[in-house]
């Protein structure tokens, strides 16, 4: 059974720096052709896809986004982590981790974790 | 980036009605296409890939077609459960992108 997790903090003030970890099983980061990786979706507002990471360490991001995001793996671990700098309230929604098989979309997701990006 | 456009953007209908929706893609992206449902406060739960490949589970009611840059989502007999939002995502290019999704509400 694959499950992914997300956690982090709920609350970060503008200009900081957000570390999102996505812990999960059923599958191994191992295998040729299998991403991690992150969207992310505002409230009320349509998804966006942050950025994804390979077995390779090959890495894949928003370039809306790229100056601001770090994707990682920890593979020992089953662990995948974003950082997102400089943080404003439009940041503000639920960040979601996904799986992505070989050749497919975002196949399997986590529940979310909601940030709010406030003073 | 590949712009992915759906329409309508809503749309009300009643239990067994026949739905569709529309996604088309700024430029060909093949049949890399996925379609997701998600309900308030959830996840979005995924739906299809490869434009027209149901994902495991997902009741045969729910169909997908097209190639290229025009997509469609069809519902054959629209059921309660199925009140959401639907979104489509392109997965051919990086950056991914998705479309602006289309809420399917009760009539």
């Known amino acids: 059974q694959i499950t992914l997790k997300e956690s982090g903090p709920t609350l970060v003030k503008p200009t900081q720096t957000l570390t999102l970890t996505c812990t999960f099983s059923?599958?191994?980061?191992?295998?040729?052709?299998?991403?991690v990786g992150w969207i992310r979706q505002p409230p009320g507002k349509a998804l966006e896809w942050l950025a994804l990471?390979?077995?390779?360490?090959?890495?894949r991001y928003n370039p809306s986004l790229k100056n601001r995001l770090t994707i990682t793996k920890d593979t020992s671990r089953n662990q995948v982590v974003l950082t997102m700098t400089n943080l404003d309230p439009v940041d503000t929604g639920t960040y979601y981790c996904v799986y992505r098989p070989v050749n497919r979309p975002a196949d399997y997701w986590g529940q979310g974790t909601l940030v709010t990006v406030s003073s | 980036d590949i712009q992915m456009t759906q329409s309508p953007s809503s749309l009300s209908a009643s239990v067994g009605d026949r739905v569709t929706i529309t996604c088309r893609a700024s430029?060909?992206?093949?049949?890399?296409l996925a379609w997701y449902q998600q309900k308030p406060e959830k996840a979005p739960k995924p739906l299809i890939y490869?434009?027209?490949n149901l994902q495991s589970g997902v009741p045969s009611r729910f169909s997908g077609s097209g190639s290229g840059t025009y997509f469609t989502l069809t519902i054959s007999s629209l059921q309660p459960e199925d009140f959401a939002t639907y979104y489509c995502?392109?997965?051919?290019?990086?950056?991914?992108?998705f479309g602006g999704g289309t809420r399917v509400e009760i009539k």
């Open positions: 995502q392109q997965y051919s290019v990086y950056p991914l992108t």
């Open positions: 990471i390979y077995r390779n360490d090959d890495k």
């Open positions: 430029q060909g992206i093949s049949s890399w």
């Open positions: 490869g434009a027209s």
């Open positions: 059923g599958f191994s980061l191992n295998t040729d052709g299998v991403g």
